[in-house]
Structure formats: structure tokens, C-alpha cells
């Protein structure tokens, strides 16, 4: 499976964007993706994830409410939308692929699949 993320910039505090990461491969291999993010000087941590096969929906409690993640299955993509943006947001942005199961969906050990990053500005 190739993941190709797309949709970073740079916006201003408060503002909105949303980021995409596209399947393509085998995606019966996965039953899951996941968004995560990497500040400088930071670990990578976990965002949102979404479970088509054993479902639910999961957030990082430093996102819930601002940002939404959700997927076309058609398309075979996953989208992160991010409103209400705030400074400590700033990160490169990972999307990431795989068969997580419940006590591995937040962590990254949990997806095999990983998307090259998308630089997510915000400015105070």
C-alpha cells in the first residue's frame, strides 16, 4: 500500500485546512488509517484514526472538536479536516496505514503504512 498525503500549509490561528492521504495498492491489507503529527523536537504523536472493519473513530483529546477525520471510500482517501487551528498544531503531518487493533490504534506501532509528510504551518 502507497500513501500520498497532500494538503498542508500555512494559516493563521483560528483558520481551518484540511489534509488528504490517498491509497493506492492493496488496500485490503489495511483496515485502518490513522493521522499523527511531529513537532520539532518532539516524539511523533498520535492524531485521529479511522476503522472501517472493526470500526470507530478516535481523537487525540488535544484535538477533539476542532478536528474531524473521515473517509471516501471511493476514492480510497482519508481526510483530516482542522478547524479552529492553534499555534501548538504546528507539525509535519503523517498519514499511516494498517490492521490496528483496539490497543494499538493510538499508538504507531500499529500501522505498517506510512504516507510522506505534509507541513502544517500556524502562525499566532
Known amino acids: 500500500v502507497q500513501l500520498q498525503a497532500s494538503g498542508g500549509g500555512l494559516v493563521q490561528a483560528g483558520g481551518s485546512l484540511s489534509l488528504s492521504c490517498a491509497a493506492s495498492?492493496?488496500?485490503?491489507?489495511?483496515?485502518?488509517m490513522a493521522w499523527f503529527r511531529q513537532a520539532p523536537g518532539k516524539e511523533r504523536e498520535f492524531v485521529a484514526a479511522?476503522?472501517?472493519?472493526?470500526?470507530?473513530?478516535y481523537y487525540a483529546d488535544s484535538v477533539k472538536g476542532r478536528f474531524t477525520i473521515s473517509r471516501d471510500n471511493a476514492k480510497n482517501t482519508v481526510y483530516l479536516q482542522m478547524n479552529s487551528l492553534k499555534p501548538e498544531d504546528t507539525a509535519v503531518y503523517y498519514c499511516?496505514?494498517?490492521?490496528?487493533?483496539?490497543?494499538?490504534?493510538?499508538?504507531?506501532?500499529?500501522?505498517?503504512?506510512w504516507g510522506q509528510g505534509t507541513q502544517v504551518t500556524v502562525s499566532s
Open positions: 499511516a496505514g494498517g490492521r490496528p487493533i483496539t490497543s494499538t490504534i493510538r499508538s504507531a506501532r500499529g500501522y505498517v503504512h
Open positions: 479511522f476503522r472501517w472493519r472493526g470500526g470507530g473513530i
Open positions: 495498492g492493496d488496500d485490503n491489507s489495511i483496515n485502518g
